[in-house]
């Protein structure tokens, strides 16, 4: 592995353009966490059209990778994290005033086309700017980042519901994701790389093409790995719902294991830039499949805790992953339209994840529901482990293309 190198001025560097563009829509989405399954339910949405809305945003995330590519390519990628920081604010901020379904699916793809066009302006920033030395501890922090909004974002957004209600929480987290704007006025702030001229602009599609095997090979393994992700999101709040919890409650229950989550995610980085990026996947992901099980079998608030306690260890010990695994496999010449591949194919599991909680919870009960997105970690993990490999060694940045 590549030999440590001082974290702490790079950290420094990236603080404005790449760390607080990334917390305050997280935070926003934190707010909705324990509350918006709970408000879907309370306006008399089955269980499979909240698994539908809740997938929404998965699929604007599947969606939007390559055109979020494409224009990053033509107009840079603080144009890009502008528009997408708009997009993510005002859908989240209007989600109250509808409760049709067809009106909350549009808002949440709307939210996840949003959300995929400012990762992947951010990304660009990291593949273009950040030594793979020192990838892993720097994406590790983007997720330790990510974990502490989660922390906080889901008290707040129950707390809220509770008081003021649907519409008041949905604005407030609208604002506090237009709060990333600041990011393009503050100094130090903007993205430095040049835009293309036509001449050397990288076209997307003839890069996906050359680069599909690969790409194909890093994806699938996350795809899995993903949908477990996205559904445990749904999967708690509702179990939580269903041992008779409030809002306010179960937003402290998914706060408990974020928590337990923020406290791992500088081992990851450590153990991805010192020990390779398999020594913290494969635990992660195990610990998390183990923490669904457990959820699986929760008969009391007491279980259902220990159950977030050990998945938020395991989505801790996770933290930066895909992102580093996309940046380490991205061709160093033309890094963008891969990592919108790789989001794209593997965001389509954060489609799946809700929408498999929301059928199998249906027919045989959300117990089943969180056995079934267990096994799809076990899945993703060992195609990870076994095709995909260790992908951070020194000389081994990109990949080759394939025709």
Do not use: K
């Not at 926003?28 to 309370?42: I, K």
């Not at 010990?317 to 010449?333: K, N, R, V």
Request: hydrophobic letters at 50%.
């Amino acid at each position: 592995m590549t030999a440590p190198e001082p974290l702490r001025p790079e950290l420094r560097r990236i603080l404005v353009p790449v760390y607080l563009p990334w917390a305050m829509p997280t935070l926003g989405a934190g707010m909705l966490l324990p509350v918006f399954p709970v408000y879907l339910e309370e306006s008399g949405l089955s269980l499979s059209f909240i698994g539908l809305v809740t997938a929404a945003a998965g699929v604007g995330s599947a969606i939007g990778g390559i055109p979020a590519s494409s224009y990053a390519e033509r107009r840079g990628a603080d144009r890009l994290l502008g528009a997408a920081l708009l997009l993510c604010a005002i859908s989240t901020a209007i989600l109250g005033l509808s409760t049709a379904v067809i009106v909350l699916a549009v808002l949440r793809i709307s939210w996840g086309l949003g959300f995929t066009g400012m990762t992947h302006s951010r990304q660009l920033v990291v593949a273009r700017d950040v030594n793979i030395g020192l990838r892993g501890r720097v994406n590790s922090f983007v997720g330790g980042m990510h974990r502490f909004t989660y922390v906080i974002g889901p008290v707040m957004g129950g707390w809220t519901y509770d008081r003021w209600g649907a519409n008041t929480t949905f604005t407030i987290a609208g604002i506090l994701t237009a709060g990333g704007l600041l990011t393009l006025v503050l100094s130090g702030g903007r993205d430095d790389h040049p835009v293309s001229r036509d001449g050397g602009r990288v076209r997307v599609r003839e890069s996906l093409w050359r680069n599909r095997r690969m790409l194909l090979i890093a994806s699938l393994g996350p795809l899995f790995v993903s949908a477990a992700r996205q559904g445990r999101h749904v999967v708690v709040p509702l179990i939580g719902d269903d041992l008779q919890l409030d809002a306010a409650a179960i937003g402290l229950l998914v706060a408990v294991g974020t928590a337990a989550d923020f406290l791992l995610f500088p081992v990851s980085g450590w153990l991805m830039d010192r020990r390779g990026r398999l020594a913290s996947m494969v635990p992660a992901f195990s610990l998390m499949a183990i923490g669904l099980v457990i959820l699986a079998l929760a008969d009391t608030v007491t279980v259902a805790v220990i159950a977030g306690i050990v998945m938020g260890l395991g989505n801790g010990l996770s933290a930066g992953t895909m992102l580093t695994l996309s940046t380490d496999m991205a061709p160093a010449h033309e890094p963008g339209p891969f990592i919108a591949g790789f989001h794209t194919l593997s965001g389509i599991g954060t489609i799946l994840g809700p929408l498999a909680v929301g059928w199998v919870a249906d027919a045989y009960g959300l117990s089943a529901a969180a056995f079934v997105l267990a096994a799809l970690l076990g899945v993703g993990v060992a195609w990870i482990a076994l095709l995909i490999g260790e992908t951070g060694r020194d000389g081994q940045e990109g990949v080759e293309p394939v025709g």
